[in-house]
Nanobody, 125 residues
Framework: QVQLVESGGGLVQPGGSLRLSCAAS????????MGWFRQAPGKEREFVAA????????YYADSLKGRFTISRDSARNTVHLQMNSLKPEDTAVYYC??????????????????WGQGTQVTVSS
């Protein structure tokens, strides 16, 4: 069983930054690859960013490239999502998720077996 716990959400002004963290169970990264999704009110959950199984490659939603950065700290079993130049349309609940190590369909939420509880990000002045 994999447990994922997100933190770091909150209220930020447009143009500001936030760094989300996802604490994973021990040894999660040896079996699972990690990703971030988000869901705004009334909308479907959408792909944000992901890591390859080895952690050496990163993938992003086209609309977020250049503003968001995903990374992992294997020693601390933690995945981060650095979000810069935030916009009101980035307001959503952000979820950390884990898919099988070998999965290359990083953008599909059905590939992810485990999810965190989500953390709210609100971008507003």
């Amino acid at each position: 069983q994999v447990q994922l716990v997100e933190s770091g959400g909150g209220l930020v002004q447009p143009g500001g930054s936030l760094r989300l963290s996802c604490a994973a169970s021990r040894r999660t990264f040896s079996t699972y690859a990690m990703g971030w999704f988000r869901q705004a009110p009334g909308k479907e959950r959408e792909f944000v960013a992901a890591l390859s199984g080895s952690g050496s490659s990163t993938y992003y939603a086209d609309s977020l490239k250049g503003r968001f950065t995903i990374s992992r700290d294997s020693a601390r079993n933690t995945v981060h999502l650095q979000m810069n130049s935030l916009k009101p349309e980035d307001t959503a609940v952000y979820y950390c998720a884990a898919r099988p190590y070998y999965s290359r369909t990083y953008y599909s939420k059905v590939e992810y077996h485990y999810w965190g509880q989500g953390t709210q990000v609100t971008v507003s002045s």
